[in-house]
């Protein structure tokens, strides 16, 4: 594969931009002198320069977040964005509202499957529970082909969120060769970080983590250190550029026992709650082995950074 290839949607370059303002330019054109009555004219006097200024601002809109971005980089990775008085009080005061949370329920089983019943996924079963009655109807109309192929796919979905929703993940981890008691001692008296449908907590013996798909105990012994990994998310709409953020990943840097590899497990969570981890990592370690690495990529919607 071509690396050097564009994806879409992509940044809008000057050159795109005036062959689409001189495209819209001839459409109006050819509507001007096609149509021989107040729709053709206002077309070309009212709808494309609506049309062309509209181009315009998405372009300057990009460039403009675009530069933002990139003196956001450079601040970041010589750690002067960290290091910047109004974003350290902004810290002190997210610890101060959004302090570490602790495990709901003492049992480590019942908290965690707690966690996965989401409302989203009941709401999302219904509509496919929905549109497996409706393929189940084409089936008995005679279109049997229709209604067995829907019936399939939908079934399937029906069935991952189920999976979900009873917490697959968590019972398919604790089926798994591992100390539950010592674990579970650890887990109830856990330090929470919780963000979206991630979490990560500071045990007695060991971090936890988890997110929709995976669960994680890892060893403080087997824990090398936090790094902070940032994703700039570039948002189109309709192929025109609309907004951006920025992910923020815990990465823990795990060493394979009897081995000097490691591996990394990334916890999604927001900014403070990351340096709250990587200052509570700190405190549990006293520094040792650790190094503050910063990883920063961006990704279009739709198209995974590795």
């Not at 601002?57 to 977040?65: D, G, L, S, T």
């Not at 910047?84 to 003492?106: L, S």
């Not at 993940?169 to 856990?190: E, F």
Request: hydrophobic share 40%.
């Amino acid at each position: 594969m071509n690396n050097n290839k564009r994806k879409f949607p992509h940044e809008m370059t000057k050159k795109e931009l005036i062959f689409y303002i001189l495209f819209v330019i001839i459409v109006g054109l050819f509507f001007f002198f096609t149509r021989d009555d107040l729709a053709g004219k206002l077309i070309l006097i009212v709808v494309c320069p609506m049309v062309i200024g509209y181009l315009v601002y998405a372009y300057n809109k990009e460039r403009k977040a675009d530069k933002n971005a990139g003196e956001k980089k450079s601040q970041i990775i010589d750690g002067s964005y960290f290091e910047n008085p109004k974003w350290k009080a902004e810290y002190v005061r997210y610890i101060n509202e959004h302090p570490f949370e602790r495990p709901v329920y003492q049992d480590m089983k019942m908290d965690l499957l707690k966690r996965f019943r989401r409302g989203e996924y009941i709401k999302r079963m219904i509509f496919l529970l929905f549109l497996i009655a409706g393929t189940g109807c084409t089936f008995f109309l005679g279109h049997y082909a229709t209604g067995i192929i829907g019936f399939v796919i939908f079934g399937v979905l029906f069935y991952l969120e189920f999976a979900l929703y009873i917490g697959m993940p968590v019972r398919k981890w604790l089926r798994g060769d591992i100390d539950y008691n010592m674990i579970q001692s650890s887990y109830k008296n856990s330090q929470m970080l919780v963000y979206k449908k991630n979490g990560l907590a500071f045990g007695t013996a060991y971090i936890h983590g988890f997110t929709e798909k995976k669960i994680y105990a890892i060893e403080y012994r087997l824990a090398e250190g936090i790094s902070r990994k940032i994703v700039r998310l570039k948002t189109y709409e309709d192929g025109i550029y609309s907004k951006d953020e920025y992910q923020h990943f815990a990465v823990i840097h795990v060493r394979v026992p009897d081995s000097d590899n490691l591996y990394d497990v990334e916890i999604e969570l927001n900014e403070f709650q990351v340096q709250m981890a990587i200052d509570r990592f700190f405190e549990l370690k006293l520094g040792a082995g650790f190094k503050d690495n910063i990883l920063i990529n961006e990704k279009k919607e739709n198209e995974i950074t590795v």
